[in-house]
């Protein structure tokens, strides 16, 4: 090989080592702000020299090998857990709207008494208790789907 491509050749070789291996300075400055570049920062605290290689979403912080796929699951679960809450807010709005509108008296909801006056019904009273256990299971769920939701978080 003559000398001329072999000095060619070292050379494509460095400069794509270079491209592939560059320093970066991760700079910690006084008032413990960082500061990532390609030369130290005047006036930093500390500095840190930091090789990265091309590809790497961040200096000194790479993706793991299968962390993309992790994270399109964890962004999917999240997704369901989001949808999840607003189906249980939902349904917990709509019971409380239906107790509220439930505790207007309706006819034969009031039975008389020996005295000459009125009371409430069995009837009312067991509407009501049926609508607050409603209620009270719609709370359960929205709480469940509220756990789930920062759980996936």
């Known amino acids: 090989m003559r000398p001329a491509a072999l000095l060619a050749a070292l050379l494509s070789v460095a400069s794509g080592l270079a491209a592939a291996q560059a320093t970066m300075y991760r700079s910690t400055m ?8 390609d030369s130290p920062v005047k006036g930093a605290a500390k500095v840190e ?3 990265s290689r091309a590809g790497n979403y961040a200096p000194g912080n790479p993706v793991p090998p299968g962390a993309a796929g992790k994270a399109s699951d964890r962004s999917a679960a999240l997704a369901a857990a989001e949808s999840e809450l607003k189906a249980a ?3 917990y709005d709509a019971a409380v709207a239906r107790a509220q509108k439930g ?20 009837a ?3 509407r009501q208790a049926a609508l607050k256990a409603e209620v009270d299971a719609a709370q359960k769920q929205l709480d469940v789907a509220r756990r789930k939701l920062n759980d996936a978080r």
């Not at 006084?30 to 500061?35: A, H, I, L, R, T």
């Not at 505790?103 to 008494?113: P, S």
């Open 30 to 37: 006084p008032d413990g702000k960082v500061v990532i570049s």
């Open 89 to 91: 807010q939902a349904a």
């Open 49 to 51: 020299e930091v090789k």
């Open 124 to 126: 009312y009273d067991k």
């Open 103 to 122: 505790r207007e008296e309706v006819d034969g909801d009031r039975v008389g008494t020996a005295k000459g006056g009125a009371r409430l019904s069995e």
